[in-house]
């Protein structure tokens, strides 16, 4: 499915949306630490909590893998087109001597 999604945005567009995402995910899980550092919880509550929180960090660092992964594929996609623009102005330079 994530093959499909990439086909239909750019690179660029994707590594943006994740970083959204991961700096949202960053935000909930400071919010999830604040409180469970805050006040006194009752055990039903920090259990949820600490759930919610190694959810939020499992999530975190799937967006970081996913964004390593594009970055890499977003610098392979520039070195080819610097590649092609060089190419092209070899013959360019070529063709008009």
């Known amino acids: 499915m994530a093959k499909k999604k990439r086909e239909n945005l750019g690179v660029a567009l994707e590594i943006d949306g994740l970083e959204e995402k991961l700096s ?3 935000r909930d899980l400071e919010a999830v630490n604040f409180r469970l550092c805050g ?3 009752s055990p039903d509550t920090r259990k ?3 759930k919610e929180k ?3 960090m499992n999530k975190a660092s799937n967006y970081e893998k996913e964004l ?3 970055r890499q594929e ?3 996609n520039m070195l080819l087109s610097v590649a092609i623009f060089v ?3 070899l013959i ?3 063709w008009t001597m």
């Open 74 to 76: 977003n610098r392979k």
């Open 92 to 94: 360019y330079a070529w």
């Open 54 to 56: 190694n959810s939020l």
């Open 39 to 41: 006040a006194e919880l």
């Open 24 to 26: 949202q995910c960053q």
């Open 87 to 89: 190419l092209l102005s």
């Open 48 to 50: 949820s909590l600490e």
């Open 68 to 70: 390593k992964l594009l």
